[in-house]
């Protein structure tokens, strides 16, 4: 079965600091892998979203970044985090082939920038 | 784009009542109609979905009927439990992925706090 691992579950950082936030999805091959960004009481707002290594669709700009290393690992990165970076972030996998729109979430990383 | 709107905001119920959430889309091209639930602090759980191909889909105390000339679709929770409690949400998405282009990412909408009183 699959299995979706994101780390860390929580984080407090400093205004200014870098991030980095790592995805990986085990028992599944070439998947789309998405990053969503949860305010609190909100809802879902797609980051990026990636269909291949080095594939990646920006969504909405802004100071974050996303990279695809590994056919199943995802990254998001911030050189110097603001105040509304602050959130929940989720990644997100779908299968690469058949129906490739049922996405399956990640347990989420808290960020709280300070 | 599409835009998908969710209601109600908040539903509280008793044990055992029915609990109903509904959602409308606007593209008419949408075809995939996930529902995901989502407690405190972890990830959404997809816990039912539903192609346009059909009207209803059921799975033990869930459901799912869909309306596409309304455009709306629904979630229907049976004999509900405390466990239920949590927020919902409904996504709606057009068609495959493609690098470049999202007309198969999934929207949502904004959610819905379910709390089911014992």
């Known amino acids: 079965s699959q299995t979706i691992h994101q780390w860390p579950a929580t984080l407090v950082q400093p205004v200014g600091s870098p991030l980095s936030l790592e995805c990986t999805v085990e028992?599944?091959?070439?998947?789309?892998l998405y990053w969503y960004r949860q305010a609190a009481g909100r809802g879902l707002q797609l980051l990026f979203y990636s269909v291949g290594i080095g594939q990646i669709s920006s969504e909405v700009p802004q100071n974050l970044s996303a990279s695809r290393p590994q056919d199943r690992q995802f990254i998001l990165s911030s050189k110097k985090l603001l105040l509304s970076d602050s959130g929940f972030y989720l990644c997100?996998?779908?299968?690469?082939?058949?129906?490739?729109?049922?996405?399956?979430f990640g347990p989420g990383t808290r960020l709280t920038v300070l | 784009g599409e835009n998908v709107e969710q209601h109600p905001s908040t539903l509280s119920v008793q044990e055992g009542d029915s609990a109903v959430i509904k959602c409308t889309y606007s593209d008419s091209a949408s075809n995939y109609f996930p529902w995901y639930k989502q407690e405190l602090g972890k990830g959404p759980q997809l816990i039912i979905d539903i192609r346009s191909n059909v009207g209803e889909k059921k799975d033990q105390r869930i459901a799912v009927t869909l309306n596409k000339t309304a455009k709306h679709f629904s979630l229907h929770i049976t004999e509900t439990q405390p466990e239920d409690s949590a927020v919902y949400f409904c996504?709606?998405?057009?068609?495959?992925?493609?690098?470049?282009?999202?007309?198969?990412?999934?929207?949502f909408g904004k959610g819905t706090k379910l709390s089911v009183k014992p």
């Open positions: 996504a709606a998405s057009s068609g495959l992925m493609n690098y470049g282009g999202s007309q198969g990412n999934l929207i």
């Open positions: 997100a996998w779908s299968p690469g082939t058949g129906p490739t729109d049922t996405q399956y």
């Open positions: 028992g599944t091959s070439n998947p789309n």
